[in-house]
């Protein structure tokens, strides 16, 4: 019965994944250039430090998680909470370097379950609320495209994972902070994340999730291309789990400092990656390339019900239960 349930499972997230694929394809052709990536991050160039949340200085600093209405139930064939009322779960976030130490435990929550903690970008909704037969608490519905200034081509949530972080799609624990309860339903995990997760500008903080693919129209011609892509052979698609930045969208001045592969011989290398010097192997001359900030708003605590966790992309409604969320605001005293 177990094998059975996960080949449903599997094909599940395969079809899943195909019509995730199918959208992100449609919607991006569509947009056609990079250039409509670049028009999505106007005010973004040239401002790259601006603050986007308040300030949390670095520092250690605790957040406790306030448990959702979905710990007094069992959906989607879920192990029942040990005692719904006794939950806790802490999560202290030791900042410092540009590097994070995270620690996350929890109490008295599903037993023998396996649990991943999301980074989410968009606004909660509060008082917390949850659409009939939905499995997650809702997104606050005054921000349909995110907080002020984010990107369109970001994704609403992203795994707390390291940048460096090498994801295998769910064949296996997945690398970010993943852990599973013991029989009494406790559970506890540690993770030292590559980036300051406290950060609150687009050069600093949690890194961006992409939404759909990133598609970049590529010809071989000087200059930045104008008008609709030539033809669809000279798309080229990127899928990744960060959003990339590329050339074109860091300020002028800082290019050659800021981007290893910048050419100003070359008016087209705006349109590569930017990768970042400081990742560059010398022998090699390759390196990481660099990805869009954003302050989270929240944390969501998962649980997989079916035994198996997703890789990079969140999943949905009928594969995990959100059981907890602890929340930005908390560190920062201005909860509504």
């Known amino acids: 019965m177990r094998l059975s349930r996960r080949s449903a499972t599997l094909a599940s997230a395969i079809v899943t994944m195909a019509l995730l694929l199918t959208f992100g394809v449609a919607g991006t052709a569509a947009a056609g250039l990079l250039g409509g990536l670049l028009g999505t991050v106007v005010g973004v160039v040239g401002g790259v430090v601006e603050a986007l949340a308040p300030s949390i200085s670095p520092g250690q600093y605790t957040l406790r998680f306030e448990p959702t209405q979905m710990v007094y139930s069992t959906p989607n064939g879920s192990q029942p909470v040990m005692r719904?009322?006794?939950?806790?779960?802490?999560?202290?976030?030791?900042?410092?370097?540009?590097?994070?130490?995270?620690?996350f435990s929890v109490k008295n929550l599903r037993p023998n379950t396996i649990y991943t903690i999301w980074t989410v970008f968009y606004p909660l909704a509060w008082p917390m609320y949850f659409a009939p037969g939905s499995a997650r608490p809702a997104l606050d519905p005054n921000y349909p495209t995110g907080p002020a200034g984010y990107y369109v081509d970001g994704g609403v949530v992203a795994p707390t994972a390291s940048l460096s972080a090498h994801f295998t799609n769910g064949m296996g624990l997945d690398p970010?902070?993943?852990?599973?309860?013991?029989?009494?339903?406790?559970?506890?995990?540690?993770?030292?994340?590559?980036?300051?997760?406290?950060?609150?500008?687009?050069?600093d903080g949690p890194p961006v999730g992409n939404k759909v693919l990133v598609t970049q129209c590529v010809v071989d011609s000087p200059g930045p291309q104008q008008g609709a892509c030539p033809s669809s052979k000279n798309l080229q698609r990127v899928t990744t789990t960060w959003l990339r930045k590329y050339i074109a969208q860091v300020a002028a001045v800082d290019r050659p400092a800021q981007c290893a592969n910048y050419n100003s011989s070359d008016p087209g290398a705006i349109f590569w990656q930017c990768i970042d010097p400081a990742t560059v192997d010398p022998d090699t001359g390759n390196g990481l390339p660099r990805v869009w900030r954003f302050p989270f708003d929240h944390f969501r605590l998962a649980a997989h019900p079916d035994g198996l966790t997703h890789g990079f992309i969140g999943g949905n409604e009928s594969e995990h239960v959100i059981d907890m969320v602890g929340r930005r605001c908390k560190l920062t005293n201005n909860c509504p």
């Open 84 to 103: 719904p009322s006794s939950v806790s779960g802490t999560m202290t976030m030791s900042a410092s370097n540009g590097q994070t130490d995270l620690q």
């Open 176 to 203: 970010g902070v993943t852990f599973v309860t013991d029989g009494w339903g406790n559970g506890s995990v540690r993770l030292i994340l590559d980036y300051n997760i406290l950060g609150n500008t687009y050069d």
